[in-house]
């Protein structure tokens, strides 16, 4: 734990990590995501902005939230409406940000009092010091903003791949029932591969818990010499 992965060397068949190397016969990714920050001026570094995806997240998220706080969340996902969802029960005001949102998950939030502001995003924030006082949407409206949630969703973390020359279209590209990649001795699961969708046969990031179990599996279970496959993935 604890230790960056640098390198792979597909020809030796070996992972560098800092100053030691170790060898494999079968290699798998599980990079997992990043989160994906939409681009906003005078928002980075601020000491009242913070993701949603780690437990390290939530901490900062509980430690930042009161009674007086004024909260703001872009992105009206699974991830965002689950901080507002929390936010709700603590916050002064919850207003949240996105292109699109569910007519009756809406309804629901709004009567709960969420406020939504579909169609819009924050371009830049007005700061004192390293603190987000308010918020400026596209349309030009303010609003304050005493904690700002950046749950807009994931990206696949796939640079260790890419270097490696492995085959990469957004996410690693895998067999979808062994989850192996372009190279037959390196496997990937998780967040950091395309699958496919089993409802409409879709190519795309499934970024689930369960996606990923079932995804680790059957890699697993390849790597190991057995036969245990996908089933299917869902989004």
Same mark, same amino acid.
């Given at each position: #734990?604890? @230790?960056?992965? *640098?390198?792979?060397?597909?020809?030796?068949? *070996?992972?560098?990590?800092?100053?030691? @190397?170790?060898?494999?016969?079968? !290699?798998?990714?599980?990079?997992?995501?990043?989160?994906?920050?939409?681009?906003?001026?005078?928002?980075?570094?601020?000491?009242?902005?913070?993701?949603?995806?780690?437990?390290?997240?939530?901490?900062?998220?509980?430690?930042?939230?009161?009674?007086?706080?004024?909260? @703001?969340?872009?992105?009206?996902?699974?991830?965002?409406?689950?901080?507002?969802?929390? !936010?709700?029960?603590?916050?002064?005001?919850?207003?949240?940000?996105?292109?699109?949102?569910?007519?009756?998950?809406?309804?629901?939030?709004?009567?709960?009092?969420?406020?939504?502001?579909?169609?819009? *995003?924050?371009?830049?924030?007005?700061?004192?010091?390293?603190?987000?006082?308010?918020?400026?949407?596209?349309?030009?409206?303010?609003?304050?903003?005493? !904690?700002?949630?950046?749950?807009?969703?994931?990206?696949?973390?796939?640079?260790?791949?890419?270097?490696?020359?492995?085959?990469?279209?957004?996410?690693?590209? #895998?067999?979808? =029932?062994?989850?192996? *990649?372009?190279?037959?001795?390196?496997?990937?699961?998780?967040?950091?591969?395309?699958?496919?969708?089993?409802?409409?046969?879709?190519?795309?990031?499934?970024?689930?818990?369960?996606?990923?179990?079932?995804?680790?599996? =059957?890699?697993?279970?390849?790597?190991?010499?057995?036969? !245990?496959? @996908?089933?299917? #993935?869902?989004?």
């Amino acid at each position: #734990t604890d @230790v960056e992965v *640098t390198a792979i060397d597909r020809a030796k068949k *070996t992972v560098k990590c800092g100053r030691k @190397v170790y060898s494999y016969d079968k !290699l798998c990714l599980c990079t997992g995501s990043v989160p994906f920050v939409p681009p906003m001026q005078n928002v980075s570094g601020k000491r009242n902005v913070c993701g949603f995806l780690t437990a390290a997240d939530a901490q900062t998220v509980h430690d930042l939230a009161s009674a007086n706080t004024r909260a @703001v969340v872009i992105g009206a996902g699974l991830i965002g409406m689950k901080a507002a969802e929390g !936010l709700s029960k603590i916050c002064k005001s919850v207003d949240v940000l996105d292109e699109k949102s569910a007519k009756l998950v809406r309804r629901h939030l709004e009567h709960h009092g969420l406020r939504f502001h579909l169609g819009q *995003t924050v371009t830049r924030a007005k700061c004192s010091g390293k603190t987000v006082q308010r918020v400026v949407l596209q349309n030009g409206k303010e609003l304050p903003c005493d !904690l700002l949630v950046v749950a807009v969703g994931v990206r696949p973390a796939t640079a260790l791949a890419e270097a490696a020359g492995l085959t990469v279209e957004r996410g690693i590209i #895998t067999d979808p =029932a062994t989850m192996q *990649t372009s190279d037959p001795d390196i496997y990937a699961a998780g967040d950091c591969a395309v699958s496919v969708d089993m409802l409409d046969g879709s190519k795309k990031i499934l970024a689930l818990w369960p996606n990923a179990v079932a995804q680790g599996r =059957a890699a697993g279970s390849q790597m190991a010499g057995g036969d !245990l496959t @996908v089933g299917g #993935t869902y989004a």
